[in-house]
């Protein structure tokens, strides 16, 4: 029998400031309805051994000031079969300011289709467990994305630190015979295993001073498939085509990696801040996750949000977070 959705609505010391459920819409403009954002985005999938469930929640303060959720989410396979890979990607929009939403939104298109890309060499990378090779090329085709939301925020008038994303992100190869999981990323939030029923924060420490990724080749049509991690060098040039404009400047938060080896009975939590900094700074909150999320069984799309939009006083920022259980 499924178990039943969680009851609680908060933890800690008393309940929170806003309202548990979502109040104000945020402004709508009749030409830009396509810009809007649902305040409550959840999905899921099963390959191989493990169970994927992600989510991503609108805070308590937006809700309550009518703003839009700037975490966003992304959910996709790349391939089929045995040689399928599942992209997790999260972003988190620089706090207030008015178009965070879509630059954290951007963020994941842009790293999705890179990764899509590049979707069979990185799932023979993660088979031959090739941690350098996946290293450096995850860091380039992450510093492209980023440098694309930058190029969009020249193009909209805006400064690049306000229109930018913090990025992290989960690879997950369908094989039922890999148990190697990738996490790649830039910015703040949590990475934690839950093992044996005790959370481990496992967030890799990132290399301070640690130099950009060596600059690519433009990013290739929408055709074009022969892009792959190895391609460090950019075509020779057309003499007829401009020289390319310098590469842009390397990211502002250094780039975070690390590669894990799944046990049974494993659950692996990606979250961003809104999530990560309660679950480290409330003991009720861990311990709670603890008992609802340990054992083989994922739970199932209604649980899984009614626990992880359990409250803490304090924390009003929007929650996403993708969890998988190892079978």
């Given at each position: 029998?499924?178990?039943?959705?969680?009851?609680?609505?908060?933890?800690?010391?008393?309940?929170?400031?806003?309202?548990?459920?979502?109040?104000?819409?945020?402004?709508?403009?009749?030409?830009?309805?396509?810009?809007?954002?649902?305040?409550?985005?959840?999905?899921?999938?099963?390959?191989?051994?493990?169970?994927?469930?992600?989510?991503?929640?609108?805070?308590?303060?937006?809700?309550?000031?009518?703003?839009?959720?700037?975490?966003?989410?992304?959910?996709?396979?790349?391939?089929?079969?045995?040689?399928?890979?599942?992209?997790?990607?999260?972003?988190?929009?620089?706090?207030?300011?008015?178009?965070?939403?879509?630059?954290?939104?951007?963020?994941?298109?842009?790293?999705?289709?890179?990764?899509?890309?590049?979707?069979?060499?990185?799932?023979?990378?993660?088979?031959?467990?090739?941690?350098?090779?996946?290293?450096?090329?995850?860091?380039?085709?992450?510093?492209?994305?980023?440098?694309?939301?930058?190029?969009?925020?020249a193009e909209r008038g805006?400064?690049?630190?306000?229109?930018?994303?913090?990025?992290?992100?989960?690879?997950?190869?369908?094989?039922?015979?890999?148990?190697?999981?990738?996490?790649?990323?830039?910015?703040?939030?949590?990475?934690?295993?839950?093992?044996?029923?005790?959370?481990?924060?496992?967030?890799?420490?990132?290399?301070?001073?640690?130099?950009?990724?060596?600059?690519?080749?433009?990013?290739?049509?929408?055709?074009?498939?022969?892009?792959?991690?190895?391609?460090?060098?950019?075509?020779?040039?057309?003499?007829?085509?401009?020289?390319?404009?310098?590469?842009?400047?390397?990211?502002?938060?250094?780039?975070?990696?690390q590669v894990s080896l799944?046990?049974?009975?494993?659950?692996?939590?990606?979250?961003?801040?809104?999530?990560?900094?309660?679950?480290?700074?409330?003991?009720?909150?861990?311990?709670?996750?603890?008992?609802?999320?340990?054992?083989?069984?994922?739970?199932?799309?209604?649980a899984f949000l009614a626990?992880?939009?359990?409250?803490?006083?304090?924390?009003?920022?929007?929650?996403?977070?993708?969890?998988?259980?190892?079978?």
């Amino acid at each position: 029998m499924p178990e039943p959705a969680s009851a609680l609505d908060f933890v800690g010391s008393g309940p929170p400031t806003y309202d548990p459920e979502p109040t104000a819409l945020p402004d709508a403009e009749p030409e830009e309805l396509g810009e809007l954002v649902a305040d409550t985005v959840l999905d899921g999938a099963r390959y191989g051994t493990w169970t994927l469930r992600s989510v991503s929640l609108r805070g308590d303060s937006a809700r309550y000031r009518g703003e839009p959720r700037r975490d966003a989410l992304l959910t996709a396979r790349f391939g089929t079969g045995e040689h399928a890979l599942v992209l997790v990607a999260t972003a988190t929009g620089a706090r207030a300011t008015p178009e965070a939403h879509l630059a954290a939104a951007e963020a994941c298109r842009w790293i999705g289709r890179a990764v899509g890309r590049s979707h069979r060499r990185l799932a023979e990378d993660i088979r031959a467990t090739r941690r350098a090779d996946l290293k450096a090329g995850l860091h380039r085709l992450t510093d492209r994305s980023l440098g694309r939301l930058r190029a969009s925020a020249a193009e909209r008038g805006a400064r690049p630190e306000e229109y930018t994303a913090a990025l992290r992100c989960l690879l997950l190869p369908a094989d039922p015979h890999c148990r190697t999981r990738v996490f790649f990323g830039v910015g703040g939030g949590g990475l934690f295993l839950l093992r044996d029923g005790i959370w481990r924060d496992i967030e890799p420490r990132a290399a301070q001073g640690e130099p950009p990724a060596p600059p690519t080749a433009p990013e290739p049509a929408e055709d074009d498939d022969r892009l792959t991690l190895d391609l460090g060098l950019p075509a020779p040039p057309d003499p007829y085509e401009p020289l390319p404009a310098p590469p842009p400047p390397p990211a502002p938060d250094p780039f975070r990696f690390q590669v894990s080896l799944a046990r049974p009975g494993d659950a692996l939590l990606m979250c961003t801040p809104g999530l990560a900094e309660p679950l480290r700074g409330e003991p009720a909150l861990s311990a709670y996750l603890s008992r609802r999320w340990s054992g083989r069984r994922a739970p199932g799309l209604a649980a899984f949000l009614a626990d992880a939009r359990v409250r803490v006083k304090g924390y009003a920022d929007d929650r996403t977070a993708a969890a998988l259980w190892e079978a």
